[in-house]
């Protein structure tokens, strides 16, 4: 069963850019099965999908978030990373690293980390 | 971008009780539809993929069903540990992902 872990800053002030490492384990992140992505939860609110990366390095983002989100991926070290830019106090919230099982139809998230929380604050 | 709304947005229920959630896509989305479950301070579980299909591990007391903008998530004999927020989600706008606003269950 593959296990997921954020890793990262916790404070990240205005302007900055806010960084964060997923580590993959249980499983090869180099899989066919999976694509692997961000998520975020401000506090008290909803989900937010923020992007999506294939082993191979093929890239999906949130439209409202593309011009300040890059997600690369290390398969020698079975991680992937976030890095959102230009980061204002809406961006702070929990950050959640997911796999996402692509041999279904419905490409579900189906492992989740625990989540870290980002605080953007001077 | 496809929009998705839930209904009710909360309900207060009783251990016993069945209980059926409503999500709701602004258009079409077939069965590209799933649901999961989050508990406090927790990071979402998948439940249900594919409208219908539970995931492995999920309690049978769960299901869900529907196609196209309309879909329900039922707990056909809610237990203590349901108490949660349940998100839908929608993946048929391709690799555009967006969830519904959420619906909590609490303990009446």
């Known amino acids: 069963q593959l296990q997921l872990q954020e890793s990262g800053p916790g404070l990240v002030k205005p302007s900055e850019t806010l960084s964060l490492t997923c580590t993959v384990s249980g499983g090869s992140i180099s899989s066919s099965s999976y694509y692997w992505g961000w998520i975020r939860q401000p506090p008290g609110k909803g989900l937010e999908w923020i992007g999506s990366i294939y082993y191979s390095g093929s890239t999906y983002y949130n439209p409202s978030l593309k011009s300040r989100v890059t997600i690369s991926v290390d398969t020698s070290k079975n991680q992937f990373s976030l890095k959102l830019s230009s980061v204002t106090a809406a961006d702070t919230a929990v950050y959640y690293c997911a796999s996402i099982y692509v041999v279904v139809t419905a490409i579900p998230f189906d492992y989740w980390g625990q989540g870290t929380l980002v605080t953007v604050s001077s | 971008d496809i929009q998705m709304t839930q209904s009710p947005s909360s309900l207060s229920a009783s251990v016993g009780d069945r209980v059926t959630i409503t999500c709701r896509a602004s258009?079409?989305?077939?069965?590209?539809l799933n649901w999961y479950q989050q508990k406090p301070g927790k990071a979402p579980k998948l439940l249900i993929y594919?409208?219908?299909s539970l995931q492995s591990g999920v309690p049978s007391r769960f299901s869900g069903s529907g196609s196209g903008t309309d879909f329900t998530l039922t707990i056909s004999s809610l237990q203590p540990e349901d108490f949660a927020t349940y998100y839908c989600q929608q993946s048929y706008s391709s690799w555009a992902f967006t969830f519904g606003p959420g619906t909590k269950v609490d303990i009446k």
């Open positions: 258009q079409s989305i077939s069965s590209y």
């Open positions: 594919a409208a219908s």
